[in-house]
T-cell receptor, first 115, second 115 residues
Framework: DAGVIQSPRHEVTEMGQEVTLRCKPI?????LFWYRQTMMRGLELLIY????????DSGMPEDRFSAKMPNASFSTLKIQPSEPRDSAVYFC?????????????FGQGTRLTVV | AQKVTQAQTEISVVEKEDVTLDCVYE???????LFWYKQPPSGELVFLIR??????QNEISGRYSWNFQKSTSSFNFTITASQVVDSAVYFC????????????FGTGTSLTVIP
């Protein structure tokens, strides 16, 4: 298996532009997570899906952020409009949600820079 | 309140020394799971170990060992005979039944192994 695949690996955009981050979870995994990592705040859970349904989006910073999972093999995290404070590394992770006793596997992350 | 505390922000050791990374967690659940992840300089998050709350046996995997003590709510990680390749940020994480599927990460410990 190729693991969790995220694209792009790096994104530089100007303030005010729309940014879309993409994630392909591991085949067969039915839970998907979006995390944001910054020096100041560490790893923050933004949202997670179970069987393509958003379960908890309380970590989404504000209305500028939205996430979708149209099917079991694809998810997007969109920021519109982007701001410099959104600069961070965004990770996608997936796991099998049969019981709680499973680990999440992370993608390599997307490093977003908003100038 | 922080559910997972990694008090050591940065540690430096000389190659071949042993090093212990501390992790203290907080939960009211009787069923929960603890994890360690490694984040090397390349940036990806790599799963190392999972432990459930009913299994207090210590675990050894090569040069890595983990000491889980419910009495002190700790899940410490020891690297024996450290190597330069062990240089990374190490994260401890908690997953609880009561809060569903999400992982609570500590702030990480940055380990530098000096040759």
């Amino acid at each position: 298996d190729a693991g969790v695949i995220q694209s792009p690996r790096h994104e530089v955009t100007e303030m005010g532009q729309e940014v879309t981050l993409r994630c392909k979870p591991i085949s067969g995994h039915n839970s998907l997570f979006w995390y944001r990592q910054t020096m100041m705040r560490g790893l923050e859970l933004l949202i997670y899906f179970n069987n393509n349904v958003p379960i908890d989006d309380s970590g989404m910073p504000e209305d500028r952020f939205s996430a979708k999972m149209p099917n079991a093999s694809f998810s997007t995290l969109k920021i519109q409009p982007s701001e410099p404070r959104d600069s961070a590394v965004y990770f996608c992770a997936s796991k099998i949600e049969l019981t709680l006793n499973t680990e999440a596997f992370f993608g390599q992350g997307t490093r977003l820079t908003v100038v | 309140a922080q559910k997972v505390t990694q008090a050591q922000t940065e540690i430096s050791v000389v190659e071949k020394e042993d090093v212990t990374l501390d992790c203290v967690y907080e939960t009211r659940d009787t069923t929960y799971y603890l994890f360690w992840y490694k984040q090397p300089p390349s940036g990806e998050l790599v799963f190392l170990i999972r432990r459930n709350s009913f299994d207090e046996q210590n675990e050894i995997s090569g040069r890595y060992s983990w000491n889980f003590q419910k009495s002190t709510s700790s899940f410490n990680f020891t690297i024996t005979a450290s190597q330069v390749v062990d240089s990374a940020v190490y994260f401890c994480a908690l997953s609880e039944i009561s809060t569903g599927n999400q992982f609570y990460f500590g702030t990480g410990t940055s380990l530098t192994v000096i040759p």
